[in-house]
T-cell receptor
Framework: DAGVIQSPRHEVTEMGQEVTLRCKPISGHDYLFWYRQTMMRGLELLIYFNNNVPIDDSGMPEDRFSAKMPNASFSTLKIQPSEPRDSAVYFC????????????FGQGTRLTVV | SQQGEEDPQALSIQEGENATMNCSYKTSINNLQWYRQNSGRGLVHLILIRSNEREKHSGRLRVTLDTSKKSSSLLITASRAADTASYFCATDGGGATNKLIFGTGTLLAVQP
């Protein structure tokens, strides 16, 4: 398996635009996590899915953020409209059994909102 | 929200020395994990210790867990310049949540 794949690697967008980040988890993993990493806040858990179902989205900062997992091999994190304070590195990770097993991370998407 | 805090926030040592990082967390846990992050890269899993274990070894890594104090430590022995990275502890939040919550991290710099 190629590991967790995120796209794009870098995204620069203007304030107010819609941004969609994509993630392909490792085949066979039942859990998928979305994180945001900034210098100020560290690594924040935004939302996680189990078998494509969102389990806990309490970390999603605002209604401008939404995440979907239409099938076991694909997830999206959408920000609409984007704001400069959304600038961060967004990571996707997958694992077999949630937090009780090793999680595998993608390389991240560096988002810059100008 | 973050589950844990690492201490120290930054650590600078010479090659060959040992590096010790500490992690404190807030809730009960089923297990605790340590991850490493090289600059600009994703996190990589290092080691997992279950709540009923007190110590675990993997190569040059030694992890301890004290559930009564809600704390863990990561020891890297005989450090190398290639160990330079940020190190994070992560917990599952206890119960059946199965979430994975990270601490604030320790930035380790190993001078050659």
């Amino acid at each position: 398996d190629a590991g967790v794949i995120q796209s794009p690697r870098h995204e620069v967008t203007e304030m107010g635009q819609e941004v969609t980040l994509r993630c392909k988890p490792i085949s066979g993993h039942d859990y998928l996590f979305w994180y945001r990493q900034t210098m100020m806040r560290g690594l924040e858990l935004l939302i996680y899915f189990n078998n494509n179902v969102p389990i806990d989205d309490s970390g999603m900062p605002e209604d401008r953020f939404s995440a979907k997992m239409p099938n076991a091999s694909f997830s999206t994190l959408k920000i609409q409209p984007s704001e400069p304070r959304d600038s961060a590195v967004y990571f996707c990770a997958s694992s077999f059994i949630g937090g009780v097993t090793e999680a595998f991370f993608g390389q991240g998407t560096r988002l810059t909102v100008v | 929200s973050q589950q844990g805090e690492e201490d120290p926030q930054a650590l600078s040592i010479q090659e060959g020395e040992n590096a010790t990082m500490n992690c404190s967390y807030k809730t009960s846990i089923n297990n605790l994990q340590w991850y490493r992050q090289n600059s600009g890269r994703g996190l990589v899993h290092l080691i997992l210790i279950r709540s009923n274990e007190r110590e675990k070894h993997s190569g040059r890594l030694r992890v301890t867990l004290d559930t009564s104090k809600k704390s863990s430590s990561l020891l890297i022995t005989a450090s190398r310049a290639a160990d330079t990275a940020s190190y994070f502890c992560a917990t599952d939040g206890g119960g059946a949540t199965n979430k994975l919550i990270f601490g604030t991290g320790t930035l380790l710099a190993v001078q050659p």
